[in-house]
């Protein structure tokens, strides 16, 4: 696909940021049990721009809902997909399909996911399934973004096994603080039993106005309670990221001059120098 010029340059400069990685995938998670917050565009458009930067990258979409799949151009009824792969139906290889952006591989939702919250906890094990499951192919990837669903079931604790960071999408609204403490401390015992090396890479403020004074002040008192945790790049609430899915391909691909493009590519660039 030819990258329009402001795209071809912001992802050169996005190459620079991801120029020395280890050989095996660094894994996120995006995640906040608060839906509605920008989990899904978050995932959908790093993911984007850190393939754009020629870097292999894994989108994986645990939610049932299937945004991400779609986000990328495929169909929410694809399959195989992540319930194939998570009950041993299929090899993950066997699931991982293309979209719209070029580099960027895509294990898709499919439409057995929307029963996986009620199956996943038969299978004995199950917090581990999808960390066993992305294990054969973390070498083929340089990253890999987990878009997790909107709550702390079996799906996200899944997700969040797998994971080596945690990225979380805060609204800039009047309830951004609440369930944020809770969120903490369950990632918390996360790394305190089922996954030691979990650590929160950042929360990144999304759907920002910056001309209401609620905005201003929501995005004051979350880098106030969380100094060291806060992404510098703040997410600006934009048209073109909100209409982009709807055309199957990212905001930076949609339209790479709008503000929420140029946002998405300063926040990757953060993601890949925060490792």
């Keep these: 696909m030819h990258q329009p010029r402001a795209e071809a340059h912001a992802a050169g400069r996005l190459t620079a940021s991801v120029a020395s990685l280890q050989a095996m995938a660094t894994v996120y998670a995006i995640a906040n049990q608060k839906g509605g917050v920008g989990k899904t565009t978050t995932a959908v458009n ?3 721009c850190i393939a754009e930067a020629g870097r292999r990258t894994l989108l994986v979409d645990a939610d049932p809902q ?31 399909t293309r979209g719209s952006v070029d580099g960027l591989a ?20 199950f917090e581990q399934r999808l960390r066993e499951c ?34 979380v999408p805060v609204q800039t609204e009047y309830f951004a ?14 790394s305190r039993g089922l996954n030691p090396s979990l650590r929160v890479a950042g929360m990144v403020l999304t759907m920002h106005d910056a001309r209401t004074r609620l905005a201003r002040d ?23 990221v ?32 925060r490792g």
């Design 46 to 48: 790093v993911a984007a």
């Design 106 to 125: 895509l294990l898709p939702a499919g439409p057995g996911l929307a029963g996986a919250n009620v199956e996943l906890p038969r299978i004995a094990g």
């Design 218 to 240: 929501v995005e004051r008192e979350v880098r106030e309670h969380f100094p060291d945790l806060v992404f510098t790049t703040v997410i600006p609430r934009n048209v073109r």
């Design 242 to 273: 909100g209409e982009a899915p709807s055309y199957g391909l990212p905001v930076t691909h949609h339209d790479p001059h709008s503000a929420g493009a140029e946002a998405y590519f300063e926040l990757a660039k953060e993601v890949a120098a």
């Design 134 to 167: 992305l294990a054969p192919v973390r070498e083929e990837f340089e990253y890999v973004l987990l878009d997790c669903p909107p709550s702390l079931g079996p799906l996200t604790v899944s997700a969040l096994v797998a994971a080596d960071r945690v990225i």
């Design 66 to 96: 299937a945004n991400a799949t779609v986000g990328v151009g495929v169909g929410r009824t694809h399959a195989p997909g992540l319930y194939e792969v998570l009950t041993g139906e299929v090899r993950i290889g066997e699931a991982l």
């Design 177 to 190: 603080l609440e369930g944020l403490a809770a969120l903490l401390d369950s990632l918390a015992l996360m």
